[in-house]
């Protein structure tokens, strides 16, 4: 049996040329170590923010308008 080639996508930037170059030039060699070990740590199971609500004081009315409702209901039986 034949074993078929792999074939990957061309490489893309989503930049310039000049550019990337500039990038690349400007890069500290330790810095990118540095966020390569970072990144191949493993991170401690539930590690994971909440994510906050957006929204601001809109939602906190609608939630004071929940309450109230529910008070309502409570009270005057609908």
Same mark, same amino acid.
């Given at each position: =049996? *034949?074993? $078929? /080639?792999?074939?990957? +996508?061309?490489?893309g %930037?989503?930049m +310039?040329?000049e550019?990337? %170059?500039?990038?690349f ?5 330790r810095?990118v170590e540095?966020?390569? *070990?970072?990144?191949?740590?493993? /991170?401690? +199971?539930?590690? *994971?923010? *909440?994510?906050? +609500? ?9 939630v004071?308008? %929940?309450?109230?409702?529910? =008070? ?5 039986? $609908?």
């Amino acid at each position: =049996m *034949k074993r $078929r /080639k792999v074939v990957l +996508p061309p490489f893309g %930037l989503d930049m +310039p040329f000049e550019e990337a %170059l500039a990038r690349f030039a400007v890069t500290d060699p330790r810095e990118v170590e540095r966020v390569e *070990k970072q990144s191949k740590k493993k /991170k401690p +199971p539930g590690r *994971k923010r *909440k994510r906050k +609500p957006s929204g601001g004081s809109s939602q906190v009315a609608s939630v004071v308008d %929940l309450r109230q409702r529910r =008070m309502r209901k409570r009270n005057m039986g $609908r």
